[in-house]
């Protein structure tokens, strides 16, 4: 199987997939078109990302399963305090927004060393 071969074949399945969520909806057709050109902007993201990596890419994700882990145990911490709702959300939202950049940045910036771990 070829390169083209699935790119053609996951834009077939994007459009069918939005196809039938758009029915579900009364709206086929807009569906067909969100699922066209989702999957076409998925293909040139896949096509721009040429330049990155392999050891890059993996050190990034796992700098950012730590950061998102780093996260979930603060804000667990956090909700043991008298807050309200509304901003133990938001401060959940905005730990893992952090926290996930920074164990990216971090493993991209060290990615040498962290090849040595992995």
């Not at 083209?4 to 459009?15: A, D, E, N, P, Y």
């Not at 043991?80 to 509304?86: N, R, T």
């Not at 893992?96 to 991209?108: I, N």
Request: with cysteine; hydrophobic share 55%.
């Amino acid at each position: 199987m070829t390169l083209t071969f699935l790119r053609i074949l996951f834009m077939i399945m994007s459009v069918l997939v939005g196809y039938y969520a758009g029915s579900v909806h009364n709206d086929a057709l807009a569906g067909g078109q969100i699922g066209f050109f989702s999957g076409l902007l998925l293909i040139v993201l896949e096509q721009s990302m040429r330049r990155v990596s392999v050891r890059g890419l993996s050190s990034m994700v796992c700098g950012l399963l730590l950061g998102i882990f780093m996260a979930k145990i603060l804000a667990d911490i956090l909700s043991l305090l008298p807050l309200g709702h509304y901003i133990q959300s938001v401060t959940r939202v905005s730990l893992t927004l952090v926290f996930s950049y920074l164990g990216a940045v971090m493993a991209l910036r060290g990615k040498d060393e962290f090849h040595l771990i992995i």
